[in-house]
């Protein structure tokens, strides 16, 4: 076993004990490691499978490990239960929530369908498993319009996300949108003028943004896509130089994939005064090794949580 003072900086040597620790605690209890894209590089590189939100919904719902170790956000947990009910998820920091996803709860949601009884409810899977309970789909950065333009109703309530919201809006003109005013406060914090003074400095450079990112910012992109659709884009177009807007956690990925770009992210304090996701980042080895050896942080929902809360998850995995 592994001792660990938690909280401390772990040095080089550590890291790699840790690392081959956890992987070999997941072999030893069938468990399978999933982090997203936002996770502290150390964590993504002991996951069996690093991706965004629409692909970890993919993997944990397919999966026949007997535990999933989720290092991601509450939302993200959640998402892996209710799509694999079955499986023990860990969480390994419970306090490691969505700031966005808490910008709406399901009361809210019930009373925007009592004033729009014919509209369908659309939520960002950035949502509590209750607010996924009373939507009618759900629908991920980069599946979003595909999924709105095949749905029936003329008026959609898109929630919680204003950014997507109005990006989705914008491509399905012939449907009126009810948007919720949540944000993500990371990519929402990012300027266009902070955007168009990169471009400066870096003329021959391609900007591509995320699209919880402010429609000004939208506007200057030559590229607006999901994480994954981020990294297809930067790694594979004909710039040697992407200004990527979108949270830094994205570069460990992007440098595995083509290190021989220049990748160039926005410097800017963010709402924790940081560049990056706070609470994605909360999620830490010594954090995850603890979770897997002791199998706490075990994320528990109600029966008819999970029931409701999967067919709006199953109807996007259907459209999309
Ligand atoms: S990046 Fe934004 S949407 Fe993603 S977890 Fe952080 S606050 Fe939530």
Sequence with gaps: MVKLEVERELSHKEIKELQEEIRRLAEEKNAVILAHYYQRPEVQDIAHFVGD????SRKASQTDADIIVFCGVRFMCETAKIVNPTKKVLHPNPESGCPMADMIKAEDVLRLREKYPDA???????TTAEV???SDVCVTSANAIKVVSKLESKRIIFIPDQALGNWVKKHIPDKEFIIWQGFCPPHFE?????VLKLKEIYPDAKVAVHPECHPKVIEIADFVGSTSQIINYATTCDSNRVIVITEVGLLHTLKKKNPNKEYI??????YCGT??????KAITLPKVYETLLKETNEVVLPEDIIQRA????ERMLELS
Excluded at 265 to 270: A, C, G, L, V
Excluded at 310 to 313: G, L, S
Aim: glycine share 0%; charged share 20%.
């Design 53 to 56: 939100s629409l692909e970890l």
């Design 265 to 270: 992210f926005p410097q800017s304090m963010n």
């Design 120 to 126: 369908e409810v659309v939520a960002y899977v950035n």
């Design 310 to 313: 999967r067919k709006p998850i």
């Design 132 to 134: 996924k309970a009373v």
């Design 275 to 280: 560049v990056y996701c706070c609470t994605m």
């Design 190 to 194: 990012f300027t266009a003028r902070e």
